[in-house]
């Protein structure tokens, strides 16, 4: 938490919008003190509690928890691996909310199905990873791999499509 607090102080100091962060304890309920101190800590940033909330053993309790702590928003995909699949969940939330905070529906989202999600889960914010793998040829390769699942190139790296980003915002409508 030591941690965590100074990097919010450290993001503050380097004009930073808003802070992500998340914190359940062990048996799967969110660790209100904690998020309190988070907040506090942010202040005046808005808190977007991440995608642990997913995690979370009773959302609908944690949803009000979260509000009562003073987050922002909460990134879900309402339990299930994806915005798409668990956008019954997410809906509810939404309704459950009723504008005291944002639900924030993440997880799957790209362009071809953005305003699916849109329009199922009654979301006004969507959550999306749209990049590209990119990189220089004559990459040092072997054997040796130092992250996941990316090209065997590890010269490469992932980019901001900007064409496929420019088509989610206008499929989200």
């Known amino acids: 938490m030591e941690i965590m607090v ?3 102080a450290l993001v503050k100091s380097l004009g930073a919008h808003g802070v992500v962060a ?3 304890q062990p048996n799967a309920m969110i660790d209100v003190k904690k998020v309190r101190m988070l907040v506090s800590a942010a202040q005046p940033l808005p808190v977007t509690f991440h995608r642990a909330f997913d995690y979370a053993s009773n959302r609908a309790e944690s949803l009000e928890e ?3 702590a003073g987050v922002a928003r909460v ?3 309402g339990g299930a691996n994806t915005a798409l699949e668990g956008a019954s969940g997410i809906a509810a939330l939404v309704r459950q909310a009723r504008g005291r905070i944002a639900i924030v529906a993440g997880g799957g989202i790209r362009e071809n199905n953005v305003r699916e999600v849109v329009a199922l889960t009654g979301v006004t914010e969507v ?4 990049s ?3 990189g220089a040829a004559g990459g040092r390769g072997g054997k040796i791999k130092l992250r996941k699942r990316l090209p065997d190139d590890e010269s490469a790296w992932e980019e901001l499509d900007e064409h496929r980003m420019r088509d989610l915002v206008q499929q989200a409508g």
């Open 75 to 77: 990134l879900t995909s």
């Open 127 to 130: 959550h999306a990873r749209i």
């Open 6 to 8: 100074r990097d919010i």
């Open 66 to 68: 979260l509000i009562d």
């Open 22 to 24: 998340g914190v359940l």
């Open 132 to 134: 590209s793998i990119v």
